[in-house]
């Protein structure tokens, strides 16, 4: 099992930057491919971004490619994700989910075994 605690999250305004980051303790952490999703009030929650165990593949939603990175530092147990040009619609709670299936990329929430608690980000018009 695997504990995640997400940290990074905040109020900004539209156009600024936030860096998000998970950090996971118990097992390995890089038996698991890791996931960024978000959800908004009154909306399913959404596939953002997923990094395989190695960091060689990555994957986004189209809506922010280009815009965020995702990355992983094995060595710190943890993942980030670099959000930059952030919109409005971009407000969300953001979770970090791990799966055990550490080569590929999957976006839906329901092939994660391991949630974080969520980290809330706003950003003002």
């Known amino acids: 099992q695997v504990q995640l605690v997400e940290s990074g999250g905040g109020l900004v305004q539209a156009g600024g930057s936030l860096r998000l980051s998970c950090a996971a303790s118990?097992?390995?952490?890089?038996?698991?491919?890791m996931g960024w999703f978000r959800q908004a009030p009154g909306k399913e929650r959404e596939f953002v971004a997923g990094?395989?165990?190695?960091?060689?593949?990555?994957s986004y939603a189209d809506s922010v490619k280009g815009r965020f990175t995702i990355s992983r530092d094995n060595a710190k147990n943890t993942v980030y994700l670099q959000m930059n040009s952030l919109k409005p619609e971009d407000t969300a709670v953001y979770y970090c989910?791990?799966?055990?299936?550490?080569?590929?990329?999957?976006?839906?929430?329901?092939?994660?075994?391991?949630w974080g608690q969520g980290t809330q980000v706003t950003v003002s018009s």
């Open positions: 118990g097992r390995t952490f890089s038996s698991y491919a």
């Open positions: 989910a791990a799966d055990r299936e550490r080569v590929i990329v999957k976006r839906s929430h329901y092939d994660y075994e391991y």
């Open positions: 990094i395989t165990w190695s960091g060689s593949v990555t």
